[in-house]
């Protein structure tokens, strides 16, 4: 077998896992949290981190049982209903909701792409032009790179996140030696205080996401049944732990007063290097949107290739045209739905100043999926028990139905929470119309297919 059709090994999974999930939400939600919070922010993504490593382990029990690509589909599609019709249904929602996640993710990485550089070359910051053609331009450049064999595709990609981790490396020494404590002082403060804690978890929940891109290629990868479960687990694990220590670094170096007072949530880190790099240190700054572009690059890329993945998948089933579940013969990826994904993807971006709804409106379907997902895993389980499923995978998540069941109760508080934060009762307006487009279409499938 060529080096171009043979499965993904694990180390190449793990790197592009890590590569998917620190991505723009770093760059610019940590800010966002750490306004509602103060330093304790740093509870929130440690908190959002733990909530997703037990979805992740929900995940891998899944994956390692339906070893197909397209994941977010299959599982509720094979596991939940009775009929096809409910079974069909299952899976359209659940894939719905991981697409609003995986297209509003890419596009809102793409716009940031455009507000990184706007800080650094003036002449980006003052072109209307300038801003919406950078995004769109940046959709095609990871169109591109997921155009190719996923073996191909995944050479480059961890090359890039490679880069990423050491220029990340050399900020975090960074932040260590030239910011300072009562900069983290006191604790627990920001707009929200101990709340916004919690209400900023389906925020944080955003920089893991991308986890669910290796259930959305699981077919491709070396024995899935055996390898799922230990590359999503050290990914997450990574993850968290380069996390927590951009975010002590952040914290260090600006306090959360002046990061609010200087209206830099969505740009922390490179204000926050800003902060303490002055005079003939001011260059150092520039490492900052270095990082973001890469890490931008490498999130979009595993964001775009979730979401065609997933298409795929909805394709194939007969629920969406059967020319976007179709492969490229050589290299084995779904262009046309690819394609489709990456319009989609140019047309959102042509309004930035949607980006606050992006933003919260996709925290809301991450949340619901999570949940769609912990239902999964419960309702596989009984069937398992009554013999209804006979499939068995290589991994079980430890505790019974003990992890699917905190999953639930923690995205129930934080769904509430999250409603009364700033912008809320838009955001879920926004959502609740992205469910009835998806209802309509099903729909309008269901009458068509009699």
């Known amino acids: 077998m060529s080096n171009e059709t043979k499965g993904l090994s694990p180390k190449a999974c793990i790197m592009m896992a890590i590569g998917g999930m620190v991505g723009s939400s770093i760059f610019t939600l940590s800010g966002v949290t750490y306004s509602m919070a103060g330093a304790a922010a740093v509870l929130t993504w440690l908190f959002a981190g733990v909530i997703l490593l037990l979805y992740a382990l929900n995940i891998a029990e899944l994956a390692t049982t339906f070893p197909k690509s397209g994941g977010i589909y299959v599982y509720p599609h094979a596991v939940i209903g009775k009929t096809k019709k409910g079974k069909d249904f299952a899976g359209w929602i659940a894939a719905w909701s991981w697409l609003n996640v995986s297209i509003f993710g890419t596009t809102f990485s793409a716009l940031c792409v455009s507000t990184y550089l706007g800080q650094f070359i003036p002449a980006v910051g003052n072109s209307r032009a300038l801003q919406i053609l950078i995004p769109i331009l940046w959709i095609a450049l990871t169109w591109f790179l997921n155009a190719r064999s996923a073996n191909a595709f995944g050479s480059i990609h961890n090359k890039i996140t ?40 389906p925020i944080a929940m955003l920089g893991y996401g991308s986890i669910i891109a290796v259930a959305s290629f699981g077919g491709e990868i070396e024995d899935p049944k055996h390898n799922i479960p230990r590359i999503i687990g050290k990914a997450v694990l990574i993850t968290v732990i380069v996390y927590c220590l951009i975010l002590i670094s952040t914290f260090r170096m600006a306090s959360v007063d002046s990061l609010i007072g200087a209206n830099a949530q969505y740009y922390p880190l490179a204000f926050a290097l800003g902060s303490v790099m002055t005079g003939d240190m001011a260059w150092v700054v520039s490492i900052v949107p270095l990082a973001a572009l890469l890490a931008l690059t490498t999130n979009m890329s595993i964001m775009l290739m979730d979401a065609s993945r997933t298409v795929m998948a909805t394709a194939q089933s007969g629920f969406l045209p059967k020319k976007l579940g179709e492969l490229h013969p050589e290299r084995h990826t779904p262009i046309m739905a690819l394609s489709v994904v990456a319009v989609i993807c140019v047309i959102l971006s042509l309004n930035p100043d949607l980006i606050n709804i992006i933003i919260n409106a996709g925290s809301i379907c991450s949340a619901i999926t999570v949940a769609i997902i912990a239902v999964t895993l419960m309702t596989l389980r009984k069937k398992q028990r009554t013999g209804e499923i006979k499939d068995e995978g290589e991994f079980r998540v430890p505790g019974g139905n003990v992890f699917p069941i905190i999953t639930l109760i923690v995205i129930l508080i934080t769904l509430v929470l999250l409603y009364f934060g700033d912008g809320g009762s838009t ?23 009699k």
């Open 427 to 449: 955001s879920y307006l926004v959502a609740v119309l992205w469910y009835v487009i998806g209802l309509v279409i099903f729909g309008l499938k269901s009458l068509l297919k």
């Open 162 to 201: 490679y880069a990423l981790l050491f220029v990340l490396g050399v900020y975090i020494v960074l932040g260590f030696v030239s910011g300072k404590g009562e900069n983290m002082t006191p604790f627990v403060s920001g707009t929200m205080g101990a709340s916004g804690i919690v209400a900023g978890i």
